[in-house]
């Protein structure tokens, strides 16, 4: 074992609970401080496959996740005027028993993963963040914003895409860059006849796809470029995504009409980026979007972080010292996550530059190769 007995996380998202669940198994006391201050996540859904399942598998959860939302094999792409182009076949990901695809909505993972920490007895500070933290070699001392002070092992940056636990070790040097783009979602009810996922493509800029969340919604998402990254008032998201859906035939075009509540309706901006090894200064190391954020072209970013939970885990407990621990997780991670934020952010620029010669399938082929191969 690693040396490590007491962890603290910062962030809880779906990588720190998931790190907080794979550390509590292996008995490491581990708490969380998240700065948000009620535990609560956004309300529209998100796409996960194999892998993702795999890897909460491991954690003990996928049964549960499964059962909260809708599993699915496969996805068809339509060109605007609902013309079929061609279907995707099911490419399974992961040991066991999973489906090739799962829609979820993210208030229904938070809660599994939640509630998997809180029967842990896992301790969740809200409204509350680090003001200091300083590596003292053989510990790192925490000065939180509440006024707790702490001393821990190790201390895991699983803060998201703006992490302040990245900006702390390495300035906004490798900070995750806007692509472009940005991502509408919302949330409609789901007509019988939507069983598996369906791409609309050919509207210059982007995609608008159609995912099943439950037996009674699915959610309507566009993908598309956002020059200059603007911002945009709330009361106008409706509207606004009403906007980039115009021109689209078929179920596209019945969903438009059901997008009337802006309060519905969620935008954001798309940024990437990967962190170079290694991914800790000392004690202290990334996780999750902190250090490799992804756009979601390939659907794989909550994937990313659980794996990485997953592993980073395992080594804690496996191996025989702390440097050797963090070497191993980067080294199980990097090449997986580089292939999955540039092969996200290829296919972003492919559909803002649609004539660069990318081979779309090709990629997801060579990516989806590596994502099936063992953690």
């Given at each position: 074992?690693?040396?490590?007995?007491?962890?603290?996380?910062?962030?809880?998202?779906?990588?720190?609970?998931?790190?907080?669940?794979?550390?509590?198994?292996?008995?490491?006391?581990?708490?969380?401080?998240?700065?948000?201050?009620?535990?609560?996540?956004?309300?529209?859904?998100?796409?996960?496959?194999?892998?993702?399942?795999?890897?909460?598998?491991?954690?003990?959860?996928?049964?549960?996740?499964?059962?909260?939302?809708?599993?699915?094999?496969?996805?068809?792409?339509?060109?605007?005027?609902?013309?079929?182009?061609?279907?995707?076949?099911?490419?399974?990901?992961?040991?066991?028993?999973?489906?090739?695809?799962?829609?979820?909505?993210?208030?229904?993972?938070?809660?599994?993963?939640?509630?998997?920490?809180?029967?842990?007895?896992?301790?969740?500070?809200?409204?509350?963040?680090f003001s200091k933290i300083e590596d003292k070699g053989d510990s790192v001392e925490v000065a939180f914003t509440d006024g707790r002070i702490g001393k821990y092992d190790l201390v895991i940056g699983a803060d998201g895409w703006n992490s302040d636990v990245r900006r702390l070790l390495m300035g906004d040097e490798h900070?995750?860059?806007?692509?472009?783009?940005?991502?509408?979602?919302?949330?409609?009810?789901?007509?019988?006849?939507?069983?598996?996922?369906?791409?609309?493509?050919?509207?210059?800029?982007?995609?608008?796809?159609?995912?099943?969340?439950?037996?009674?919604?699915?959610?309507?998402?566009?993908?598309?470029?956002?020059?200059?990254?603007?911002?945009?008032?709330?009361?106008?998201?409706?509207?606004?995504?009403?906007?980039?859906?115009?021109?689209?035939?078929?179920?596209?075009?019945?969903?438009?009409?059901?997008?009337?509540?802006?309060?519905?309706?969620?935008?954001?901006?798309?940024?990437?980026?990967?962190?170079?090894?290694?991914?800790?200064?000392?004690?202290?190391?990334?996780?999750?979007?902190?250090?490799?954020?992804?756009?979601?072209?390939?659907?794989?970013?909550?994937?990313?972080?659980?794996?990485?939970?997953?592993?980073?885990?395992?080594?804690?407990?496996?191996?025989?010292?702390?440097?050797?621990?963090?070497?191993?997780?980067?080294?199980?991670?990097?090449?997986?996550?580089?292939?999955?934020?540039?092969?996200?952010?290829?296919?972003?620029?492919?559909?803002?530059?649609?004539?660069?010669?990318?081979?779309?399938?090709?990629?997801?082929?060579?990516?989806?190769?590596?994502?099936?191969?063992?953690?």
């Amino acid at each position: 074992m690693a040396n490590v007995a007491r962890v603290l996380i910062v962030g809880g998202g779906i990588g720190g609970l998931a790190t907080a669940v794979g550390l509590q198994q292996r008995r490491i006391d581990v708490e969380i401080v998240e700065k948000m201050e009620r535990s609560e996540v956004y309300h529209v859904g998100i796409i996960v496959q194999g892998n993702f399942l795999h890897a909460l598998g491991k954690l003990g959860l996928a049964e549960k996740a499964m059962a909260a939302g809708f599993p699915y094999d496969g996805f068809h792409n339509y060109d605007t005027e609902n013309n079929h182009l061609f279907s995707q076949p099911p490419i399974y990901m992961g040991d066991g028993d999973f489906p090739a695809f799962l829609g979820l909505t993210r208030p229904a993972l938070h809660k599994i993963q939640l509630d998997a920490a809180k029967d842990a007895g896992i301790p969740l500070h809200l409204g509350a963040s680090f003001s200091k933290i300083e590596d003292k070699g053989d510990s790192v001392e925490v000065a939180f914003t509440d006024g707790r002070i702490g001393k821990y092992d190790l201390v895991i940056g699983a803060d998201g895409w703006n992490s302040d636990v990245r900006r702390l070790l390495m300035g906004d040097e490798h900070a995750p860059q806007y692509t472009g783009q940005g991502v509408w979602r919302c949330n409609v009810p789901r007509p019988e006849s939507m069983k598996d996922m369906t791409l609309y493509r050919g509207k210059p800029g982007g995609t608008t796809g159609l995912v099943p969340l439950t037996k009674e919604t699915m959610y309507v998402f566009h993908v598309c470029g956002e020059p200059g990254n603007p911002r945009f008032a709330p009361e106008t998201l409706a509207d606004e995504l009403c906007k980039r859906l115009e021109g689209y035939k078929g179920p596209v075009e019945a969903v438009r009409e059901l997008v009337t509540d802006p309060l519905q309706v969620v935008y954001r901006p798309l940024y990437a980026g990967l962190v170079p090894a290694p991914w800790n200064r000392g004690r202290i190391v990334l996780l999750g979007d902190a250090v490799h954020s992804s756009t979601p072209h390939m659907g794989q970013g909550a994937a990313l972080a659980v794996e990485s939970a997953v592993v980073l885990s395992e080594e804690l407990a496996e191996a025989p010292d702390l440097d050797t621990a963090l070497a191993n997780y980067v080294n199980r991670r990097f090449e997986r996550s580089k292939q999955v934020v540039e092969g996200s952010r290829a296919i972003g620029d492919h559909e803002m530059n649609p004539n660069d010669g990318l081979d779309v399938p090709a990629l997801f082929g060579r990516v989806y190769q590596t994502l099936s191969q063992p953690l």
